[in-house]
Nanobody, 125 residues
Framework: QVQLQESGPGLVKPSQTLSLICTVS??????????WSWIRQPPGKGLEWMGA???????YYSPSLRSRISISRDTSKNQFTLQLSSVTPEDTAVYYC?????????????????WGQGTQVTVYS
């Protein structure tokens, strides 16, 4: 059974960088052909796909976030990381990590077979 667990600070100040880690158990993040995404849901809004890292290490980013987002991985720890710079209150959301069987650049739930429980991040001044 694959499990994903998000971790990181719940409060971030404006202009700072948001950093979250997704720890994966029950499966390797380098296994062909899985991709690992970050998805968020602001309060009162729908899911937003942010970006993904593939089994080979290739990264894919939402055009709307490309200038601020970076996704990396630590294969020795079976983790992948989200960094979002220059945050504003509009980045307040529940952040999820999820797995898909191929490259997915949408936030349609059925495209993913495993999700983390989500972690609340609030940007406050």
């Amino acid at each position: 059974q694959v499990q994903l667990q998000e971790s990181g600070p719940g409060l971030v100040k404006p202009s700072q960088t948001l950093s979250l880690i997704c720890t994966v158990s029950g499966g390797s993040i380098t296994t062909n052909y899985y991709h690992w995404s970050w998805i968020r849901q602001p309060p009162g809004k729908g899911l937003e796909w942010m970006g993904a890292i593939g089994y080979s290490g290739s990264c894919y980013y939402s055009p709307s976030l490309r200038s601020r987002i970076s996704i990396s991985r630590d294969t020795s720890k079976n983790q992948f990381t989200l960094q979002l710079s220059s945050v504003t209150p509009e980045d307040t959301a529940v952040y999820y990590c999820a797995r898909s069987r191929t490259v997915v650049t949408t936030a349609i739930r059925d495209e993913y077979d495993y999700w983390g429980q989500g972690t609340q991040v609030t940007v406050y001044s």
